[in-house]
């Protein structure tokens, strides 16, 4: 039988990872719901389907909302907010599937030099998407 460790006290990186995480899944559903609210405002309500509609609201790209009948693309649609509000979607969403993913390492892997392997590399990836999401998100903004 195996012993439990006791968790320590005070500021550790599982509490840290373990806020982060309640805080990250909280600000994708209201980045989430800001993206659905704000492209009801802007014209989608009456000039795109539902899957485009949903698409800017996970991702929204100025690009989705060209491919629609959205009269003029340049009104509200292309502007800065929505690139910062495109990274942050990419940033919680990344570190919340990263922190989930080292927490399925924590649960299931029993050897410390494969979790510390694992670990490293969960952390190479996080840091190769966040990377490579916001170079997309700049170079596609206009």
């Known amino acids: ?34 993206g659905l ?13 539902m899957v485009a509609l949903l698409r800017w609201t996970f991702f929204p790209n100025y690009n989705h909302v060209l491919n629609t009948n959205v009269p003029d693309v340049t009104l509200g649609w292309v502007s800065a907010f929505w690139q910062v509000m495109q990274m942050l979607v990419v940033i919680f969403a990344g570190t919340h599937a990263a922190n989930g993913l080292r927490m399925i390492t924590e649960d299931y892997l029993g050897h410390r030099i494969g979790r510390s392997i694992l670990r490293g590399f969960f952390l190479l990836l996080w840091v190769a998407f966040l990377v490579l999401a916001i170079t997309v998100i700049v170079g596609s903004a206009y």
């Open 1 to 34: 039988m195996q012993t439990r460790i006791t968790p320590q006290r005070g500021l550790t990186l599982d509490y840290l990872m373990w806020l982060i995480t309640r805080i990250s899944g909280l600000a994708i559903i209201l980045l989430a719901l800001t």
């Open 37 to 49: 609210g704000m492209g009801l405002f802007l014209g989608a309500r009456l000039q795109m389907d």
